[in-house]
């Protein structure tokens, strides 16, 4: 995929509007934003919660072989950003998660 200026400037639209959104700790600070086509999928199929083999000694998951087509950004800070670049089948899967993570952490 190729990126026109347009693209971008809807990005770092995105990116701002996240960073507001920020500032308020009602909402959670996620932006998406299309990935460059270079980047790998960070999530993978495994199963969620004590029942995940990510819990097992030793355990060596891997992962989406998908490439990326959104990274998702998490505000946490003025200064402080992740993000995960995700396939279109998990990316929704990445914001749910950011969601609940970023919630919990602040109740
Ligand atoms: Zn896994
Ligand atoms: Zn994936």
């Known amino acids: 995929m190729t990126r026109t200026p347009q693209d971008t400037f809807l990005s770092d ?8 959104a920020a500032l308020d700790p009602g909402t959670v600070p996620v932006a998406i934003t299309a990935a460059d ?3 790998r999928c960070t999530w993978c ?8 083999p990510h819990n097992r000694p030793g355990y060596r998951c891997g992962g989406c072989p998908a490439l990326a ?4 950004s998490v505000h946490l800070g003025p200064n402080l950003r992740y993000d995960y670049p ?3 089948r998990h990316w929704t899967e990445v914001v749910a998660r950011v969601a609940s993570t970023v919630s919990a952490s602040r109740t």
């Open 69 to 72: 087509v959104h990274v998702v």
């Open 37 to 39: 086509g270079k980047k």
């Open 45 to 52: 199929d495994c199963p969620d919660g004590p029942d995940s």
């Open 86 to 88: 995700a396939c279109g």
């Open 13 to 20: 639209q995105t990116l701002a509007a996240a960073r507001e």
